[in-house]
């Protein structure tokens, strides 16, 4: 992989993740306790040996910008990197990024001088966990000029999602975005050769494109020269399928765009399950994120189930239950956690003038939520959202898909109720 170069796109508002996205980038969102988004891209490069890596900022990228810049280190003695390039203005262009490839081709006076022949573009908010070597393989075998990565998904999710027409040589002939119409749906399904090179699941007859994206880098170029098509999957993609040998790589392990906050909150407690879709103690493909050096966890006369606690906790005489708790968190006597995320703090509480300290207070009771961090509650709060109230937006707190979210550095006053 030294001949590849690795941009990971550091995503734009991210307005379905809201208000998770309130205050920073999608991929900077809080992941399982204590990991981010972007960790997932960035992991898969470097365990696929993959280590000259430019991630691509722009919205609410101060959290993100310093994630990457603190975590990702490589040895002197290596010519690995993971370096921030953030939008920026110069005398040729005044204006922000407009789209994915607008943001690679304004890059491209960075990228160039490293003289690769193959370049890497991937989505900075997406959860899987691939092998990029492999998808490299195919792409020389089939001597393709672009490789589309897909993963096959249901008939009744294809709305949702950008849908190719794989022909059985495995050159992609179509793209719709979106498609709704059965006879259209029809005429996409892979064919059975494809899904047995692949391994696909004939339950799964669609390929949706995972924004992953394999070019040469001459043709990278030739593609980015039209300054009027600003994203991939809606404007260079369609275009190059008639000029270009597009390929298609069928990836039929797990992939999630977490897009929306209820398919980031299943996301997350699926890693309770006893066989998660996405296994964190693989040890063969490991999660890297920041190295915080926080002592172990003190778990006090608790009743813990189907839980993970992240380090440097403190709980309390309280019972949580198919739950996450993320680092630093302060869980007090008599409280009771129950399907809910818990992303944690960023530092420990020294703040003796506040009235309510950081974490959870003694005897309150939280179900079904996402509290994000530094969230100070108070004590006998109860948050249930028991009307079963599914858009909701207030002073200091939001529903979205019947999840009650409590945002960053949220205050939640004693007794409340929500």
């Given at each position: 992989m030294k001949d590849v170069l690795g941009i990971i796109l550091g995503g734009g508002k991210g307005t379905r993740l809201f208000p998770l996205t309130l205050v920073r980038s999608k991929p900077a969102v809080p992941l399982a306790g204590k990991y981010r988004l972007i960790d997932i891209p960035i992991s898969n490069c470097i365990n696929s040996d993959l280590n000259?890596?430019?991630?691509?900022?722009?919205?609410?990228?101060e959290s993100l910008n310093r994630h990457v810049t603190q975590t990702y280190r490589f040895s002197l003695f290596s010519q690995g990197f993971v370096d921030v390039l953030a939008a920026e203005q110069t005398p040729e262009s005044s204006h922000w990024f407009r789209g994915t490839a607008d943001a690679v081709r304004r890059s491209l006076r960075h990228i160039l001088p490293y003289k690769v022949n193959y370049v890497l573009v991937l989505s900075g908010d997406h959860l899987y966990r691939m092998d990029y070597r492999e998808v490299l393989k195919y792409h020389q075998e089939q001597?393709?000029?672009?490789?589309?990565?897909?993963?096959?998904?249901?008939?009744?999710?294809?709305?949702?999602?950008?849908?190719?027409?794989?022909?059985?040589?495995?050159?992609?002939?179509a793209f719709y975005e979106k498609?709704?119409?059965?006879?259209?749906?029809?005429?996409?399904?892979?064919?059975?050769?494809?899904?047995?090179?692949?391994?696909?699941?004939?339950?799964?007859?669609?390929?949706?494109?995972?924004g992953l994206y394999l070019f040469r880098t001459q043709v990278l170029l030739d593609v980015l020269q039209d300054e009027n098509k600003i994203d991939f999957g809606r404007d260079i993609i369609p275009a190059a399928l008639s000029d270009y040998l597009v390929y298609g790589y069928i990836f039929s392990g797990y992939w999630e765009d977490i897009g929306t906050v209820e398919a980031f909150y299943k996301a997350n407690l699926d890693l309770l399950s006893?066989?998660?879709?996405?296994?964190?103690?693989?040890?063969?493909?490991?999660?890297?994120?920041?190295?915080?050096?926080?002592?172990?966890?003190?778990?006090?006369?608790?009743?813990?189930?189907k839980s993970m606690i992240s380090e440097g906790c403190l709980i309390l005489d309280s019972k949580i239950s198919n739950s996450i708790i993320g680092i630093r968190s302060v869980i007090r006597e008599k409280a009771e956690i129950v399907n809910t995320l818990m992303m944690g703090t960023d530092l420990?509480?020294?703040?003796?003038?506040?009235?309510?300290?950081?974490?959870?207070?003694?005897?309150?009771?939280?179900?079904?939520?996402?509290?994000?961090?530094?969230?100070?509650?108070?004590?006998?709060?109860?948050?249930?959202?028991?009307?079963?109230?599914?858009?909701?937006?207030?002073?200091?707190?939001?529903?979205?898909?019947?999840?009650?979210?409590?945002?960053?550095?949220?205050?939640?006053?004693?007794?409340?109720?929500?």
């Open positions: 000259k890596i430019f991630v691509l900022t722009q919205y609410n990228s001597k393709a000029e672009v490789t589309v990565c897909g993963n096959p998904v249901e008939v009744e999710k294809a709305s949702s999602y950008g849908i190719l027409k794989l022909e059985d040589d495995g050159r992609i002939s498609p709704k119409d059965a006879r259209t749906l029809e005429g996409l399904k892979i064919s059975s050769t494809v899904r047995k090179k692949f391994g696909a699941s004939s339950k799964r007859p669609l390929m949706a494109s995972m006893e066989n998660p879709n996405f296994n964190l103690l693989d040890l063969e493909y490991p999660l890297y994120t920041h190295a915080r050096f926080l002592p172990p966890s003190r778990v006090c006369n608790c009743r813990i189930r420990y509480d020294t703040d003796s003038d506040q009235p309510i300290p950081l974490g959870v207070g003694r005897g309150s009771s939280i179900k079904n939520a996402i509290i994000d961090k530094n969230a100070r509650i108070g004590e006998g709060v109860q948050i249930c959202n028991a009307s079963g109230i599914q858009e909701l937006d207030a002073e200091n707190y939001y529903i979205r898909d019947g999840i009650v979210i409590i945002p960053k550095n949220a205050v939640i006053e004693d007794g409340t109720v929500i």
